[in-house]
Antibody, heavy 121, light 106 residues
Framework: QVQVVQSGAEVKKPGSSVKVSCKTS????????ISWVRQAPGQGLEWMGR????????NYAQKFQGRVTLSADESTTTAYMDLSSLSSEDTAVYYC??????????????WGQGTPVTVSS | DIQMTQSPSTLSASLGDRVTITCRAS??????LAWYQQKPGKPPKLLIY???RLESGVPSRFSGSGSGTEFTLTIINLQPEDFATYYC????????FGQGTKVEIK
């Protein structure tokens, strides 16, 4: 059974960091890109970056360079997104999503359920 | 960065209607354009990729067209489950999404 399950909701203080996990099952993990996309309340979708677990290769959106770190554990088929120096503007639902291949490169055909992150003092 | 602009932001329609949503890219993206549907509290769902290719399991009342910088998503015979927000996304250079179009009941 194909599943993408993310970790639960987080509440963080400004200036702190958050780490969200994304566990996949029933699909190839190591050879597929996993992207992270966030959605602020009532807003649109924003791509943050991606990782291919097999090689550990990452690409980050310029906006998040230096503040986001993507990682993956092939043994547990789990990807992670670590976002530091949090501010209220980082309050959002964070999604992981599997990219398709070939004609679906950089297209997200399988999504996690989302992890709400609230940044508040 | 490639910017994506959708119009309209909100669209009011009735059951059975035909609706069209437009997405414009700030530079040519060939056919590297995807469309998603999102309902409240849920992740987006892929509908169309490479501008016009229907994702498996998506009803044929959804269709996409366009290339270069201008694209459209068309829904014919609008059904109750189609009332949602729709996003375009360029996949030419990483990923950028449009701001979304909410299809609401007239």
């Amino acid at each position: 059974q194909v599943q993408v399950v993310q970790s639960g909701a987080e509440v963080k203080k400004p200036g702190s960091s958050v780490k969200v996990s994304c566990k996949t099952s029933g699909v190839p993990f190591s050879s597929d890109f996993i992207s992270w996309v966030r959605q602020a309340p009532g807003q649109g979708l924003e791509w943050m970056g991606r990782i291919i677990p097999m090689f550990g290769t990452t690409n980050y959106a310029q906006k998040f360079q230096g503040r986001v770190t993507l990682s993956a554990d092939e043994s547990t088929t789990t990807a992670y997104m670590d976002l530091s120096s949090l501010s209220s503007e980082d309050t959002a639902v964070y999604y992981c999503a599997r990219e398709g291949r070939q004609d679906k490169a950089m297209v997200f055909d399988l999504w996690g359920q989302g992890t709400p992150v609230t940044v508040s003092s | 960065d490639i910017q994506m602009t959708q119009s309209p932001s909100t669209l009011s329609a009735s059951l059975g209607d035909r609706v069209t949503i437009t997405c414009r890219a700030s530079q040519s993206i060939s056919s590297w354009l995807a469309w998603y549907q999102q309902k409240p509290g849920k992740p987006p769902k892929l509908l169309i990729y490479k501008a016009s290719r229907l994702e498996s399991g998506v009803p044929s009342r959804f269709s996409g067209s366009g290339s270069g910088t201008e694209f459209t998503l068309t829904i014919i015979n609008l059904q109750p489950e189609d009332f949602a927000t729709y996003y375009c996304q360029q996949s030419n250079t990483y990923a950028t999404f449009g701001q979304g179009t909410k299809v609401e009941i007239k």
